[in-house]
């Protein structure tokens, strides 16, 4: 599944990049590419965008969570020279579950809160980020009979990484990997049932960002 995702965003990345790579930098009319200053790339500014993605457990004995999320990031970059840095905020609809016939285990939702720092090649950004994690993990036990479920919003850390391409000034598409660490506060489930335990799932999606301020700036 993994692979088919990589696969799938580099294509959908590459044959657009490809489409507009004729536009990006398209020269005034009535005047030629020899005439007129390189423009590169800018990367600052206020960004908002969507996201899709596969996320599955790294921790969950037999349950073995997966399945798909979905939702929205905004951040902010500031860049100096080849350098971007920033933050980003993103919050995500999830149905990340596994069952047996005894426990049930899902994350339903979750967000970060993350600093961002990565290396512009132009019209490419390859990128690091860390942050807060946080979300609501809901787990089920059965005990002789239905099913007990409780619930509770865990907190944590989250890293990763991805690389960004400026498919024009104001439009990008990325593919980006986080691997999100969140911390149990109590036993989840009534009279103390479930299992007291770190939630730790792996994340990969691809989105695109709309970026407010998507002038170029002449090159230093």
Avoid: C
Avoid at 37 to 49: D, E, F, I, Q, R
Avoid at 111 to 135: E, K, Q
Avoid at 157 to 184: F, R
């Amino acid at each position: 599944m993994l692979r088919r995702i990589l696969f799938a965003a580099t294509s959908v990345i590459a044959l657009t990049s490809a489409a507009n790579a004729a536009d990006i930098y398209r020269a005034p009319e009535g005047v030629s590419y020899k005439d007129t200053p390189y423009l590169g790339v800018n990367w600052s500014g206020l960004y908002v965008g969507a996201n899709a993605g596969y996320g599955w457990s790294a921790n969950t004995d037999n349950l073995d969570p997966t399945g798909p999320f979905g939702g929205a990031q905004v951040g902010y970059n500031f860049q100096r020279g080849n350098f971007v840095f920033g933050a980003e905020a993103d919050f995500q609809g999830a149905h990340i579950s596994g069952s047996n016939i005894l426990e049930k285990s899902e994350l339903n939702w979750f967000g970060t809160v993350r600093g961002r720092l990565g290396y512009a090649f132009d019209r490419a950004l390859v990128y690091g980020t860390a942050g807060f994690a946080f979300g609501n993990v809901e787990n089920s036990i059965a005990t002789g009979g239905p099913f007990f479920t409780g619930s509770e919003t865990q907190t944590g850390w989250v890293a990763g990484g991805g690389v960004e391409y400026k498919i024009t000034p104001a439009w990008s598409a990325k593919g980006e990997y986080q691997y999100l660490d969140l911390d149990a506060n109590s036993n989840i489930g009534p009279l103390g049932l479930g299992n007291e335990t770190r939630t730790q799932v792996h994340t990969f999606r691809v989105g695109l960002n709309y970026f407010m301020s998507s002038l170029y700036e002449p090159l230093k």
